[in-house]
């Protein structure tokens, strides 16, 4: 395989599908452009054990798992927008407590977001990282969570490419 080449189911060693899918209702409302389109369709894959996710595409879906459970957390079906790009169309999360605890819609758009752009594509996404830290803290209700461990335990490191 080319460093190029996009990655596929085949490329990780045990991945398991969403065991119970749950809608999501809230979804981005980013247009991803197309070069971040082709980016998004080499996926990505964990390289060390501090970072969490592994993420390839089939068709227009974007699977994104667990890094070392290879469970599946969230499939994103993009769709084209006029005018060039694509968003996200409808998702489904993993809703089994065993696999993932969800805290709502609007922790799962955001994460979904926080995946495919920092992970995937390695922005520095500071708007959707603080947000991801004011979910965190407000369903938690404890004004006082460290950042850094916020995101490390949610996103976990994306190392370089």
Do not use: C
């Amino acid at each position: 395989m080319t460093a190029n080449a996009p990655l596929t189911r085949d490329s990780f060693r045990r991945l398991q599908p969403i065991n119970v899918p749950r809608l999501v209702t809230q979804l981005p409302d980013r247009v991803w452009t197309d070069e971040d389109w082709d980016r998004i369709r080499r996926g990505y894959r964990a390289r060390d054990m501090d970072e969490k996710w592994n993420v390839f595409v089939e068709a227009d879906v974007v699977f994104m798992h667990r890094s070392w459970t290879g469970h599946g957390i969230y499939e994103a079906s993009f769709a084209p927008v006029a005018g060039g790009g694509s968003r996200i169309a409808s998702a489904v999360v993993e809703a089994d407590g065993q696999r993932y605890r969800s805290m709502g819609d609007e922790y799962d758009r955001l994460m979904m977001e926080l995946v495919i752009s920092a992970i995937v594509l390695g922005e520095p996404a500071a708007d959707l990282r603080a947000g991801l830290v004011e979910l965190t803290a407000r369903a938690s209700g404890k004004s006082d969570l460290p950042s850094g461990v916020v995101e490390h335990s949610a996103l976990g490191l994306r190392s370089g490419s």
